[in-house]
């Protein structure tokens, strides 16, 4: 197979014109500089000898289990993402200064693109932290989603080794992790996996299963999506929304644009988005 390097710039066009017409995804400008490294190992496990020939394996003549294949493989490489103990400033500040405050007990939460459930647990923990500190107790029900099957399993496992952990700031790993010295590996702690329910989910798909939410977190998601999928994406999600429910994603998407059920919300804690009554 030839290298990351010698790819040809005819070929790396094709298949991003593929993926956006294809899958409906658009590779954001800042992540294409590792769009070949991740592809790459799918030209050895399909037997292929360029890009081009991956893109012409996704279009397809007609549907197949290796074309299906090939497309899941594809999606699940460029939409991976290095999974972390990381919520923005700005989301947490916008959860600990006013959204915790208005969700009502028991307020069933959809976290959308958990990795491998390393955010899922630490929205859990900023929870459990919020309970603590104001002592309103909520007991939240948070739903975390995953278009990869491999990470959603890895998430339910609630298992991390030492070297993942280490990302963890010392607090949260003390009081919500319990370490195994003879394995090398920490386990999330009950009361924090009692909070969490994973589910493997596209973003392209149906996904009104999941139920009614009284809040969605979305970080990054949307960005990896052409305006027409995205403006699908954003309808399920206001639809998945209770009346007065809330939005929260990254400060560089567009949302109301592609959502006439969503206001655009610009409160002192930070911008989120809210259903219209």
Same mark, same amino acid.
């Given at each position: 197979?030839?290298?990351?390097?010698?790819?040809?710039?005819?070929?790396?066009?094709?298949?991003?014109?593929?993926?956006?017409?294809?899958?409906?995804?658009?590779?954001?400008?800042?992540?294409?500089?590792?769009?070949?490294?991740? $592809?790459?190992?799918?030209?050895?496990? !399909?037997?292929?000898?360029?890009?081009?020939?991956?893109? =012409?394996?996704?279009?397809?003549?007609?549907?197949?289990?290796? @074309?299906?294949?090939?497309?899941?493989?594809?999606?699940?490489? $460029?939409?991976?993402?290095? #999974?972390?103990?990381?919520?923005?400033? %700005?989301?947490?500040?916008?959860?600990?200064?006013?959204?915790?405050?208005?969700?009502?007990?028991?307020?069933?939460?959809?976290?959308?693109?958990?990795?491998?459930?390393?955010?899922? !647990?630490?929205?859990?923990?900023?929870?459990?932290?919020? %309970? @603590?500190?104001?002592?309103?107790?909520?007991?939240? /029900? *948070?739903?975390?989603?995953? $278009?990869?099957? =491999?990470?959603?399993?890895?998430?339910?496992?609630?298992?991390? #080794? =030492?070297?993942?952990?280490?990302?963890?700031?010392?607090? !949260?790993? +003390?009081? !919500?992790?319990?370490?195994?010295? +003879?394995?090398?590996?920490? /386990? *999330?702690?009950?009361?924090?996996?009692?909070?969490?329910?994973? #589910?493997?989910?596209?973003?392209?798909?149906?996904?009104?299963?999941?139920?009614?939410?009284?809040?969605?977190?979305?970080?990054?998601?949307?960005?990896?999506?052409?305006?027409?999928?995205?403006?699908? $994406?954003? /309808?399920?999600?206001? %639809?998945?929304?209770?009346?007065?429910? *809330?939005?929260?994603?990254? #400060?560089?998407?567009?949302?109301?644009?592609?959502?006439?059920?969503?206001?655009?919300? %610009?409160?002192?804690?930070?911008?989120?988005?809210?259903? +219209?009554?």
């Amino acid at each position: 197979m030839p290298s990351a390097a010698s790819h040809n710039i005819d070929d790396y066009e094709t298949l991003l014109v593929t993926l956006q017409n294809v899958l409906g995804v658009v590779v954001p400008d800042e992540q294409r500089s590792n769009l070949v490294e991740r $592809i790459e190992p799918l030209l050895s496990a !399909y037997k292929l000898e360029s890009l081009a020939s991956l893109a =012409e394996g996704m279009a397809g003549g007609h549907a197949d289990e290796r @074309h299906s294949a090939i497309l899941s493989s594809v999606l699940d490489a $460029i939409s991976q993402r290095q #999974s972390s103990w990381h919520l923005s400033s %700005e989301v947490k500040k916008l959860l600990h200064n006013y959204v915790f405050a208005q969700l009502p007990e028991k307020a069933k939460i959809l976290l959308v693109g958990c990795g491998q459930g390393q955010l899922a !647990y630490l929205l859990a923990m900023e929870a459990l932290g919020y %309970e @603590h500190s104001s002592g309103d107790v909520k007991q939240f /029900q *948070i739903v975390a989603t995953d $278009i990869s099957s =491999e990470s959603i399993a890895q998430a339910k496992s609630a298992t991390y #080794s =030492e070297l993942q952990l280490a990302g963890l700031g010392d607090t !949260y790993r +003390k009081l !919500y992790t319990s370490f195994d010295n +003879k394995e090398n590996n920490g /386990q *999330i702690k009950d009361k924090v996996r009692q909070m969490v329910s994973f #589910s493997q989910c596209d973003l392209k798909e149906n996904f009104q299963p999941l139920g009614a939410m009284d809040l969605i977190i979305c970080p990054e998601d949307l960005v990896y999506y052409s305006n027409g999928v995205k403006a699908g $994406i954003l /309808q399920q999600f206001s %639809e998945l929304l209770k009346s007065g429910g *809330i939005f929260v994603t990254g #400060s560089n998407q567009a949302v109301v644009a592609f959502s006439d059920d969503l206001e655009r919300v %610009e409160h002192p804690a930070g911008l989120f988005y809210r259903k +219209k009554k």
